[in-house]
């Protein structure tokens, strides 16, 4: 009787390559379908950041032109005497634009406005008013900053361990 081994044949069969070759494939298809899932979360990923960007571009934008009509209502000011009637005056001027809130800090004004970026973040901007006679020019930002629009509140305590109290 003879064996496989005596004609030099390999000890395992061809089904167990078939099952190789199956095994590789299987594997090869799913780092591909890995690869690709991963591709396009980072897509939609990007896209969303490229919207973030493009809406904070945007509203930086927009909150120049406002600080550009801000200087010109200040530049147009004439300045007449006292730098506590020049601060009154600006109150009453800045008071017709939207959106702008005059307040004043001692003695120094302070405006303000907010520019919104998405439904949940706005840039908040501060501008700190000058004495024109001193030559430092209108204003002066003292914050340019994106706050949350959302206030966290705290819904209650998670049950982390729960024990049975008999």
Known sequence: MSTGTE?????????????????????????????????????????????????YYAAVSEAQHKLGEIDKALSEMDKAGDYGI????????????????????????????????????????EVEVLDPEKGEGNYKIVKWQEDSELVWEEEGTLPVLQFDEE
């Open 86 to 125: 020049y601060l009154e005056d600006v109150g009453m001027i800045v008071s017709g634009l939207d959106g702008v809130v005059y307040r004043k800090d001692g003695e120094q004004a302070v405006l303000s406005y907010k520019v919104p970026v998405t439904e949940s973040q706005s840039l908040f901007v």
């Open 7 to 55: 004609k030099g044949y390999p000890g395992f069969q061809v089904g167990t390559s078939f099952l190789l070759v199956i095994f590789v494939i299987i594997c090869l298809v799913l780092l591909g379908v890995l690869s690709l899932s991963g591709a396009l979360r980072d897509k939609s990923y990007s896209d969303k950041v490229a919207e973030k960007t493009g809406r």
